[in-house]
């Protein structure tokens, strides 16, 4: 069973940057392929990025250019470098967890979750 611990989150201006950070236990970290979703209020939960057990990534359209997704196996820890924050990336932000080497974009392909941290961006 993985647990999956999110921080880093908090209130910032547009145009400011954010590091999400995701620590993992009870499994082997580097086994995973990792993601990062959110959820702003009303919509659904929608992929940001990806990193599979090669260091290969994907990012949703929305975000590419400006977030970028990285991981430590060493520390058992994903992170998420958000830069150039607009309001519209104000949302709770979940790390996720699945076995086998694809980066998933759907909520159904991930076996573990974490419980999120809140990132607000204002205007």
């Known amino acids: 069973q993985v647990q999956l611990i999110e921080s880093g989150g908090g209130l910032v201006q547009a145009g400011s940057s954010l590091r999400l950070s995701c620590a993992a236990s009870?499994?082997?970290?580097?086994?995973?392929?990792m993601a990062w979703f959110r959820q702003a209020p009303g919509k659904e939960r929608e992929f940001v990025s990806g990193?599979?057990?090669?260091?290969?990534?994907l990012h949703a359209d929305s975000v590419k250019g400006r977030f970028t997704i990285s991981r430590d196996n060493a520390k058992n820890t994903l992170f998420l470098q958000m830069n150039s924050l607009k309001p519209e990336d104000t949302a709770v932000y979940y790390c996720?967890?699945?076995?086998?080497?694809?980066?998933?974009?759907?909520?159904?392909?991930?076996?573990?979750w974490g419980q999120g941290t809140q990132v607000t961006v204002s205007s």
């Open positions: 009870g499994g082997i970290f580097a086994r995973y392929t």
């Open positions: 990193i599979n057990l090669f260091g290969g990534t």
């Open positions: 996720a967890a699945r076995t086998g080497a694809r980066v998933a974009m759907t909520l159904r392909d991930y076996d573990y």
